[in-house]
Nanobody, 124 residues
Framework: QVQLVESGGGLVQAGGSLRLSCAAS????????MGWFRQAPGKEREFVAA????????YYADSVKGRFTISGDNAKNTVYLQMNSLKPEDTAVYYC?????????????????WGQGTQVTVSA
């Protein structure tokens, strides 16, 4: 089992930026794809971004494309989510997740390990 711990959430004004970090430990996850998801109050958890360590391919939800960037540092076992031009609708709990394989996926079922989540609040 991989342990994932998110950090970097907080309160920011619309148009501002935040960078989330996800530190991984436990069974090696290297080679597996990593992703970020979010869940707003009263809504289902949704895909935000994912990255594959094989070739570094990335994938984004349309709602964040051009504003968010996912990246990773293998040496630090850490994945990041840089969020720019934040909007009030980005307010949610953000979760880091490790996929079951190296294949980049947008599906919750393809991710077997999850962090506890970090709150991001964007004020208008």
């Amino acid at each position: 089992q991989v342990q994932l711990v998110e950090s970097g959430g907080g309160l920011v004004q619309a148009g501002g930026s935040l960078r989330l970090s996800c530190a991984a430990s436990g069974r090696t996850f290297r080679g597996n794809a990593m992703g970020w998801f979010r869940q707003a109050p009263g809504k289902e958890r949704e895909f935000v971004a994912a990255i594959s360590w094989r070739g570094g391919s990335t994938y984004y939800a349309d709602s964040v494309k051009g504003r968010f960037t996912i990246s990773g540092d293998n040496a630090k076992n850490t994945v990041y989510l840089q969020m720019n031009s934040l909007k009030p609708e980005d307010t949610a709990v953000y979760y880091c997740a490790a996929a079951r394989t190296w294949v980049v996926s947008t599906l919750i079922a393809d991710f077997g390990s999850w962090g506890q989540g970090t709150q991001v609040t964007v004020s208008a």
